[in-house]
């Protein structure tokens, strides 16, 4: 099996090579027969990364320990739904879990535009198929998963089977930690292809807009996958690593921040793009800024140039990166500068108080957060380089640095969709933010005599009622339009106008997803903790809860040994159920974790820790905390990838564009004859 | 591996006892409250109270270094001070505003404000170029709207 | 065993790989078709500002926008769309002189064929190799299929 893995990859990489080649060939020649053989060397390479990917999960899926890769990273007690993300646990099978993705990416592109972007292709699929080679060459030589164990015994190196492996690292063994990686990397790889879409509609000068139409579309698509992922990985955070937060700003977390705010970014400038032809050399930055950063953070989290926990082993996979990012740059800005005349604006702006302008300042904000973030995960890097001294840029300073970014773009998010395209004066701005603004102070107004104090939390919490409303009222007044004009009832009314325009009110639903992510924000400054040693019968009080010690266990799983708290909880007089939190010790990795429980409400989450015993007294050492508004975080996050979902569905109006690819003769006909 | 186990096992009791001996509420607060503000260095990346690991080493020994300054009668910026000597400024959880480390906190403000120029500018110059752009084109002949109106309903339809 | 299967897939599928550069050049695949024509481009460049004009419209009647600011923009958008049409009428009336002079040359070539073997387009002229409705060349519907 790992022969069939081995040549299955070294098969692709040739694969992906000769497609690379090829499609540059179809495009400087403008041959169909050659962009037909780079299309199914494209979908050779996604069959054999398939082939290699099926050979190392049956390799992992039947115990086999003369592998390296299984022997360090599964078990034999491992249950099978924990042994299929063995896959992508470690360093070598997830740069081949990478590779899969990126050869599923390129195989539905193929298939998708067999007949659309006949020009673009040649060089879309070259470009992938670059990315796929050098994805290839890493996995085959450099973490390589199909490795061998052997020991150096009296003849040389013999090969060696261990008993059993080393299992899977018990922080992994959670549930979101099964879809985590993959949505994350679905988010990071898919990069590649609007940057193979931008970079090929320059190479070939693509006349007109359905070039920067589909690179949008094909942005969304990673934008969305990589968002979510980010929000499991912080719920897995959350629940697994039980220090009560879920967001540490870990280079691993920041690194994959920094191209979904690149991607945010251009999701909102393309649209001045595609409906005022404006911004079109920054939006290509944008574009190699997104898969520049994605490849960055690739290279950041595995080559440990940074420490931090999610870090994969030290490996010398560092240089191989540093070379094909430079590639990367080097191409891509050579594209943009010798094609500077094919992008240049078509329209001025009228005014600056605009939807136009509202954007240009968002993508102010956002980029100033994407260069704060990376600097800030860098800059140890350079003051070791500098100074020769390790520092440590940790939380404290990315609050006091994002925060307030983060407030000024809440700020517009709520305030870019009161502004119109091209012009709005001053009275119709006071008009359009008298109500959203009113409610937003009502809410201010409460929330301080509420006891809501810390001026950040109070500040979000005024902005989030601001944005909720003006997005709320542009349902509702777009509604109310409908209702009047077109003799519609409410719900038709709701319904029409998101189809008809499914791009804005999407997208207004995100907002309103990022709105709900705020509010959980909000409630990171009131937060509450305490720390007590238990024994049954023993109270502890946080806040207003009080947590009584009913019993506590012990008992043994073939995978791990564990203690169990049960922790009865009372609040004003009302019973709340049991908690059981839990502490497991890995048999196979030799490894202690804790597993959470929480009593989650909308309002706040009663969330306990059961850390250990205390070696002197016996007693449990239990860490309890009182997170507000955490459930919104969760709830944001799914709002987010729902309303990302709705602005993918093409509207009546972009399916309408998209027939006039080819002239219609009736149109010209009818205007001879009238 | 088992000797290692047993060191660190001693550590946590010598820390627990140290702990365990004749702290004040207030002087308790004043720790947890320096435990915060302080970098536990095991590698969790995290502070000493945030620390996911039960039984570290290296959050009991910074523990104990700080329990042994409270008592001696320290204050705060005190014992962090102490803590950097011991185990270098990467013990602060977010670099201090000196020297080379001054630039981590003023970079994103530069560049924000960097930023600011640059877009106040870009609408500037789409504003002057407006201004100085070709008039308001002649209203088109009835026919050619007529023609566009037409368009419009079948493109929209 | 399994070595042997492996080879013999990827042999396979190289062997998918080569296939279509062995195949004879000609037909309507020689070439990689333009996805967007230059009159098409026109057309959809006015499609844009149409969804705009709609837009606003739509805005108009929210009253999110007052009628000075509407009737000036609306005015601007009709504008853009008038140079676009007019631009695309320009370039039609260029195809039809074209086209005139390649009809005349297609038809001595037809009066010197039989009628079967191509599918000459009633509009530009160009013989299609294949049966096909529309022109490959110029999108024009191919006569009799109305």
């Known amino acids: 099996m790992d022969r069939l893995g081995s040549v299955g990859l070294i098969a692709a990489l040739g694969f992906a090579i000769y497609g690379m080649v090829a499609g540059a060939v179809a495009g400087k020649l403008r041959s169909a027969r050659i962009l037909k053989s780079a299309e199914r060397a494209a979908l050779g390479f996604l069959g054999l990364i398939t082939m290699a990917v099926f050979a190392l999960e049956y390799l992992i899926l039947t115990n086999n320990f003369h592998i390296a890769y299984v022997a360090e990273h599964s078990n034999r007690s491992l249950p099978v739904y924990y042994k299929i993300p063995v896959l992508w646990s470690g360093q070598e099978g997830s740069l081949l879990f990478w590779t899969w993705l990126l050869s599923i990416y390129i195989g539905a592109i193929v298939l998708l535009n067999r007949k659309k972007h006949r020009q673009l292709m040649p060089y879309v699929i070259s470009i992938c198929l670059g990315v796929g080679t050098f994805f290839s060459l890493i996995t085959l030589l450099v973490a390589n998963p199909f490795l061998v164990l052997s020991l150096t015994g009296a003849h040389g190196l013999a090969p060696y089977t261990p008993v059993d492996g080393g299992g899977l690292n018990p922080a992994l063994q959670y549930p979101s930690m099964v879809i985590h990686p993959p949505m994350l990397y679905l988010g990071y790889v898919g990069m590649v292809v609007p940057f193979a879409f931008a970079m090929s509609a320059l190479i070939t000068k693509q006349p007109g807009d359905n070039w920067i139409r589909v690179t949008r579309r094909w942005a969304m698509v990673p934008w969305m996958f990589l968002g979510f992922g980010i929000i499991l990985g912080g719920n897995w955070a959350y629940f697994v690593l039980g220090w009560g937060g879920y967001w540490g700003w870990d280079p691993v977390e920041n690194a994959s921040l920094l191209p979904w705010l690149a991607g945010t970014a251009f999701l909102h400038s393309v649209m001045i793009q595609e409906k ?3 911004l079109k050399v920054w939006n290509i930055v944008l574009v190699i800024g997104m898969f520049f950063l994605s490849i960055f953070g690739t290279f950041l989290t595995r080559s440990g ?19 094909f990012l430079g590639v990367i740059v080097l191409f891509s800005l050579t594209v943009l500068f010798l094609r500077l005349d094919f992008l240049k604006s078509d329209n001025r702006l009228d005014s600056v108080l605009s939807r136009e302008s509202g954007f240009l300042f968002n993508n102010w904000i956002l980029l100033s957060a994407v260069f704060a973030v990376l600097w800030g995960t860098i800059f140890p890097i350079l003051s070791k380089a500098v100074e020769h001294v390790t520092v440590t ?35 119709s701005l006071k008009r359009n933010f008298a109500i959203p603004m009113g409610i937003a102070a009502v809410t201010g107004i409460i929330l301080y005599a509420a006891g809501v104090r810390y001026f950040y939390s109070w500040m979000a919490l005024f902005l989030c009622a601001f944005v909720a409303s003006s997005v709320i009222g542009e349902f509702y007044k777009g509604a109310l339009t409908r209702m009047k004009f077109a003799g519609e009832n409410f719900l038709q009314a709701i319904y029409n106008l998101t189809m008809r325009n499914t791009r804005r009110y999407g997208g207004y639903v995100v907002h309103l997803g990022i709105v709900m992510l705020f509010v959980g924000f909000a409630g990171l400054a009131f937060k509450k903790q305490a720390t007590a040693l238990m024994q049954p019968g023993d109270l502890m009080h946080i806040k207003d809860y009080l947590i009584r010690c009913e019993t506590l266990k012990s008992g043994d799983t073939p995978n791990y040994v564990y203690e169990t708290a049960d922790l009865s909880v009372v609040k004003d007089g009302h019973a709340l159920g049991i908690l059981r939190p839990q502490k497991r010790f890995y048999k196979a990795s030799q490894q202690p974790i804790s597993h959470v429980a929480v009593h989650s409400t909308l309002s706040e989450d009663l969330y306990v820790v059961l850390e250990g015993r205390d070696q002197a007294t ?13 459930t919104w975080v969760w709830l944001g996050g799914s709002v987010v990838f729902l309303g990302s979902l709705l602005a993918l569905i093409p509207s009546r109006v972009e399916r309408a564009m998209d027939e006039i690819r080819k002239p219609k003769q009736e149109v010209a006909e009818k205007e001879h004859a009238g | 591996m088992r000797a290692r186990i047993f060191i660190v096992l001693v550590f946590v009791f010598a820390a627990r006892a140290a702990l365990a001996q004749e702290l004040t509420p207030q002087q308790e607060a004043e720790v947890h409250a320096i435990g915060n503000h302080a970098n536990c260095l095991c590698g969790c990346l995290t502070t000493i109270n945030e620390c996911p690991h039960p039984h570290c080493a290296m959050k009991a020994q910074e523990r104990a270094v700080i329990i042994a300054d409270v008592k001696a009668g320290d204050n705060e910026p005190k014992v962090i001070q102490d803590l950097v000597l011991k185990y270098g400024v990467k013990i602060l959880p977010s670099p201090p505003a000196k020297g080379f480390n001054l630039t981590a906190w003023i970079l994103p403000g530069v560049g924000l404000l960097g930023g600011l120029v640059v877009a106040v500018d870009i609408t500037r110059r789409w504003r002057k170029a407006r201004v100085a752009g070709p008039a308001e084109q002649p209203a088109p002949d009835p026919n050619l709207l007529a023609a566009i109106e037409e368009e419009m309903k079948d493109v929209l339809s | 065993m399994l070595l042997g299967i492996a080879i013999l897939i990827t042999a396979g599928l190289a062997f998918l790989v080569v296939m279509p550069l062995l195949a004879a050049e000609g037909g309507s695949e020689r070439a990689l078709p333009i996805d967007v024509t230059p009159q098409a481009d026109l057309k959809r460049r006015r499609a844009v500002i149409y969804e705009n004009i709609q837009d606003l419209d739509f805005e108009h009647k929210a009253g999110k926008i007052s009628g000075e600011d509407y009737q000036a923009m609306r005015q601007h958008y009709l504008s853009e769309a008038a140079q676009l049409m007019l631009a695309s009428e320009e370039s039609e009336a260029m195809n039809d002189r074209d ?18 073997e191509s599918y000459v387009c009633p509009k530009c002229g160009y013989e299609n190799a294949v049966p096909v409705k529309f022109c490959g060349e110029c999108g024009a519907r191919i006569a009799g299929k109305k």
């Open chain 1, 276 to 278: 005022r032809g404006m």
């Open chain 1, 618 to 630: 016996g007693k449990a050492i239990i860490q309890a905390f009182v997170n507000p508004l955490v």
């Open chain 1, 305 to 323: 140039v940074v420490s931090s926990v999610h870090a994969f082993a030290q490996s010398n996979i560092g240089p191989f990166f540093a070379v």
């Open chain 1, 393 to 427: 840029v940790g939380p404290p300073f990315f609050n006091r640095v994002m925060v307030p970014m983060g407030l000024l773009l809440l700020f517009l998010t709520g305030a870019g969709p009161l502004l119109a395209w091209r012009k709005t004066s001053w009275d």
């Open chain 3, 99 to 116: 086209a005139y002079i390649e009809r005349e040359v297609a038809a001595c070539r037809a009066r010197s064929r039989p009628p079967q």
